[in-house]
């Protein structure tokens, strides 16, 4: 809890699990939680809120003007109606009600997925939230260190982002893909929406059960 990523208003650790206030509603509870490197998003009624190391704009706010949130009290500015949450290495994802994808943060490695600009602000500081264009209608999001991953309604899966061990599934002849590319050859068959990236992972192996797929 060094940067205050789980949100307790210090930077205490934490040997045992709590319960943690998200928001000022008390009595509603958080519908997901995503730990990426030294933050935490949590999502809420439609909103998402942000706590830790603000390194690269991830808590959703310039970091010249703030170097760390140890709470949870304030929601994203440019972001609602989110129906899940994603935490990177140094970024975040949302993917909309309506299918939309949203990333801000880190774009070191093209992971926000806006063609490695960010429209004035440094390419490594991408705030406030930005669509991610060029995708059709998605229905889960998912990432990983450098790289972004999303699952389509028509089960195309895309992917953005840092590809150094060949992540992104379009091979090894680019080091970064700074716009989402469909994985080709892969198409999964859309019933639940579920998927998960464990960190750069050099290869590509995936368990498949009836609407689903894992990423290892």
């Known amino acids: 809890n060094s940067s205050g990523q789980m949100g307790t208003d210090n930077t205490v650790n934490q040997a045992s699990p709590f319960v943690q206030t998200v928001g000022p509603n008390e009595y509603a509870s958080s ?10 998003l949590t999502l809420k009624n439609g909103l998402v809120y942000a706590a830790g190391a603000n390194a690269r704009g991830v808590l959703g706010v310039n970091p010249g003007t703030l170097g760390q949130r140890n709470t949870f009290g304030s929601a994203i500015s440019g972001l609602s109606n989110v129906h899940a949450v994603a935490a ?4 975040g994802l949302a993917l909309s009600s309506g299918g ?10 093209g992971a926000i997925g806006n063609g490695c600009s960010s429209s004035g602000s440094p390419y490594w500081a991408v705030v406030p939230p930005v669509q991610v264009t060029g995708l059709p209608r998605i229905v889960a999001v998912a990432a990983g260190v450098g790289h972004s991953l999303a699952l389509a309604a028509d089960g195309t899966v895309w992917a953005w982002g840092r590809n150094e061990y060949g992540q992104l599934g379009v ?3 680019c080091f970064s893909a700074c716009s989402p590319t469909q994985v080709p050859g892969l198409r999964i068959r859309v019933s639940s929406r579920w998927m998960s990236v464990r960190g750069t992972s ?10 689903s797929i894992r990423w290892k």
């Open 171 to 173: 091979g090894r002849g």
């Open 100 to 109: 939309n994808v949203l990333a801000w943060g880190s774009n070191y490695d």
């Open 202 to 211: 050099s290869t590509w192996r995936s368990t498949f059960w009836p609407g």
């Open 31 to 40: 519908s997901q939680v995503a730990a990426g490197d030294y933050f935490t």
């Open 88 to 91: 990177g290495g140094g970024f």
